[in-house]
């Protein structure tokens, strides 16, 4: 086993998933690193055990997909073809001629890669570095021949006034808080801001037992004749919409369309929101604006993709995404890439990324050139998709001009405390004319989160196009792990 060529996949995602299972099949040593306690990434987020759900499919509408994923990878893990490294965080991934080195993460003494050049990585093996546990105190490092990145993604945060209120969290933290911990993040929850994650968000909620006071959408269906013919090739996700939205009927909710939040109010939690239409040119129509009681606002402005390994890596960027060729290869050398970190797209684009990169990567390793009508049912999957995806990023755009309705006073980067009129002054009065100046200038970007809630915020606000962060690590690290690598290891 130990002389078959190894691939370690970062992220039990969809894609990540996907790619393991195609891999191993075909050969491949799989190691697969998640900081989840469970495999499935975020989609497919079930509750602990511990907490005797009776019906936790009852959360999903893709559940016999599910099953098949975990089906597959528990037949893998028996035969010791893939192993799964839970609660796993990797905070970095770089090459190294370390060949005869032990993989760190079980205690034996068993040789990684052959000495074998198949994953195009010049000098040597790939080696990721992770913190295990929920202390994340403890450095572990898998070495092996290739590396796929499945990071999946993130969600975009646009701040307003009152948004940093106990009681308001995104609309990807509520569903989390609802499918892994069967939590309601309120009684009376507001789901607002622009996406199709609200559907699920808001229908989901209103099925646990919240009431939804209102679903505030801020794009309109006006938008829809311009994309209708890539949106019309998905009918099964055309389906899926009406599916959810009649069941908010039959809850009582009505979106309220070409709408946006304006502030959340209270003074130790949140207690109300007020929301107001939107003209053509993304403003404020004069007297539109309703108060609404809540003790929950759950806000979402759609996704970005997480590109620190990548961009660690040298991996090249098309905009916000990781490029990749019709192999899902990136332009480093034994790095694939697959799922939304190559741009949000949502489970089934992932599920036929990931498929296509896991047989890619299978043939290289294996020191033959890959036949793409192996995969072509996917690839014709993924194109579609990718098309459809990229309808849905123009129709759900965030509102023109919501940087300016941010107040003065409001707080941009939570960490630092950095309000939005610290970040205009840096540009208007200080001359900055870049995030990392505006960063420097006012520490926006400086604290724990190391700008990947506030990113797009302070790009927003300072008129600055956003640029690749370039973060060494992906997280936090302890001194401790750093100090005990070795000394031609990254630290």
Same mark, same amino acid.
């Given at each position: ?122 000098? @040597?093996?790939?080696? =990721?570095? +992770?913190?295990? *546990? $929920? %202390? ?7 070495? #092996?021949? &290739? ?38 993040? @309120?009684?009376?929850? =507001?789901? +607002?801001?622009? *996406? $199709? %994650? ?7 909620? #209103?099925? &646990? ?50 709408h946006t939040v304006v502030e959340a109010h209270g003074t130790d939690r949140l207690t109300a929101v007020t929301v107001a239409a939107l003209d053509r040119d993304g403003g404020l129509v004069p007297g539109s604006a309703r108060r609404i009681p809540c003790d929950a606002l759950a806000v979402g402005h759609g996704m970005l993709p997480h590109t620190d390994l990548a961009e660690t890596l040298g991996c090249a960027l098309s905009g916000t995404d990781v490029r990749v060729d019709d192999e899902q290869r990136t332009d480093v050398p034994g790095v694939w890439a697959a799922g939304e970190a190559t741009g949000i797209g949502g489970a089934a684009l992932a599920l ?140």
């Amino acid at each position: 086993m130990a002389e078959r060529p190894h691939l370690a996949v970062v992220g039990a995602g969809p894609a990540g998933l996907a790619a393991a299972l195609a891999a191993a099949a075909r050969g491949v040593r799989v190691t697969l690193l998640d900081a989840a306690e469970q495999a499935g990434g975020q989609f497919y987020r079930r509750p602990a055990a511990a907490l005797g759900a009776r019906r936790p499919q009852a959360l999903h509408h893709q559940w016999r997909v599910w099953e098949r994923l975990r089906d597959g990878l528990d037949r893998q893990l028996s035969t010791g073809q893939v192993r799964h490294l839970p609660d796993h965080h990797v905070w970095c991934v770089d090459r190294t001629d370390r060949r005869d080195r032990t993989d760190g993460t079980d205690g034996t003494d068993q040789p990684v890669g052959t000495g074998v050049n198949r994953g195009g990585a010049p000098g @040597g093996v790939f080696a =990721v570095h +992770a913190l295990r *546990g $929920p %202390l994340q105190e403890e450095g572990v490092t898998v070495r #092996a021949d &290739a590396v796929l990145l499945a990071t999946g993604g993130y969600e975009r945060v646009l701040p307003f006034p009152g948004w940093t209120l106990p009681g308001v969290v995104t609309a990807g933290g509520a569903q989390a808080m609802l499918k892994g911990g069967l939590v309601l993040p @309120g009684r009376t929850v =507001v789901v +607002a801001g622009t *996406g $199709p %994650l609200l559907l699920p968000v808001a229908c989901g909620l #209103a099925a &646990a037992g919240a009431r939804v006071a209102a679903l505030v959408e801020s794009a309109g269906p006006k938008a829809l004749p311009r994309h209708a013919r890539a949106l019309a090739a998905q009918p099964g996700k055309l389906a899926e919409g009406a599916l959810y939205a009649g069941k908010l009927l039959r809850h009582g909710v009505r979106p309220l369309t070409r709408h946006t939040v304006v502030e959340a109010h209270g003074t130790d939690r949140l207690t109300a929101v007020t929301v107001a239409a939107l003209d053509r040119d993304g403003g404020l129509v004069p007297g539109s604006a309703r108060r609404i009681p809540c003790d929950a606002l759950a806000v979402g402005h759609g996704m970005l993709p997480h590109t620190d390994l990548a961009e660690t890596l040298g991996c090249a960027l098309s905009g916000t995404d990781v490029r990749v060729d019709d192999e899902q290869r990136t332009d480093v050398p034994g790095v694939w890439a697959a799922g939304e970190a190559t741009g949000i797209g949502g489970a089934a684009l992932a599920l036929a990324e990931g498929h296509i990169a896991g047989r890619s990567v299978a043939a290289r390793l294996h020191g033959t050139l890959p036949d793409p009508r192996r995969w072509a049912g996917a690839a014709r999957a993924r194109g579609q998709l990718r098309e459809f995806s990229a309808a849905l990023d123009a129709l759900y755009a965030p509102p023109a001009g919501w940087a300016d309705r941010i107040t003065d006073g409001t707080v941009v980067c939570r960490c630092e405390e950095v309000t939005a009129g610290q970040v205009r002054t840096s540009v208007d009065v200080l001359g900055a004319g870049d995030p990392r100046t505006v960063k420097l200038l006012t520490r926006a970007g400086m604290g724990w989160c190391q700008g990947r809630m506030c990113g797009p915020a302070v790009a927003g606000l300072s008129g600055c196009p956003a640029t690749p962060g370039r973060r060494p690590f992906a997280r936090p690290v302890p001194l401790g792990v750093l100090a005990r690598l070795p000394e031609d290891e990254p630290g």
